[in-house]
C-alpha cells in the first residue's frame, strides 16, 4: 500500500577519508516512493540524534531518486551520523 507522498533516504555515502578539522562531502541518497511527485521538502543530515546540516529539495518525481550533497567539518569524529527527516 503506498503513499501519494513518501520519500526515503535510501544511502549515506561518506568520503573515503575524513579527518577532524578538514571539510568532507557527504552525499544522501532520496528516493520518493509514493505515488506523487515531491514538490518542496527538506533532508536532514543529524550528528548524535542533532541536526548536523540541512538541504532543501524540490521536484522529485514519483519513483524518482537523486543524491543530496553535505559538506562537514567535524570537530571530532566519535559521533554518528545518519539521515533522517525527508518530509
Known sequence: NLSDKDLAATKLTAPLRFEAGKPGVFTATVSNVGLRNADVFTVVLNRDGQQA???????????????????????????????????
Not at 64 to 79: G, I, Q, V
Open 53 to 87: 546540516a540541512i538541504v532543501n529539495g524540490t521536484n522529485l518525481a514519483a519513483g524518482a531518486t537523486r543524491n543530496y550533497e553535505f559538506t562537514l567539518t567535524p570537530d571530532d569524529l566519535s559521533r554518528l551520523l545518519e539521515v533522517s527527516g525527508c518530509r
